[in-house]
């Protein structure tokens, strides 16, 4: 199975979304949570990993791998009802991730969209989505991962100040 096929059965529009400074290199960009800049992607290089980037943490937990194939990612989004708890996944203990996931139960259209993946293609949910993750991340040699340039692997671009000030300082008299 690949992106495109499962894509047009959970009816998700292609994504192709934007990159962001720590996407890296020979990403093909997923799906995105749509908050915090936070996407998913593949990296040319990695097979078929999926990686979760996180413009929001601190290096080096910006990029994570959070599946080694598509199939396996939809196995984890059947688990835990939506890609948050995957993302989040590396910042939470057991018992935080568990949590989690009690607090935040799937809503009705990912329960369907759920149902869908296993009634069409035979998904069923990853029975420990925690300890894949945090065993597959563990693992992973993240040193290979090649990004734009290193000073925008830190920090999103600098901006020149403008020629003119936009405001100019009060005055000490006034």
Known sequence: MN???AAR???CPQSGGAAYF??????SIIGSEGVDGVH???VRGYGGAVFA???LKPEPERVQPVAPDFFSFLRLLAACGHSAAVEQCSGMTREGFAAYLRANPPSAAARDAIAQLNDRLGVTPMPDPYGFIISLQAGFDLSRLKYAAPERRAAPAHREAPATPVCEPESASG
Request: hydrophobic letters at 30%.
């Open 9 to 11: 059965v959970i009816k």
């Open 53 to 55: 980037v996180s413009p």
């Open 3 to 5: 992106c495109k096929s």
């Open 22 to 27: 720590c996407t890296p290199r020979g990403a």
């Open 40 to 42: 998913y992607c593949f």
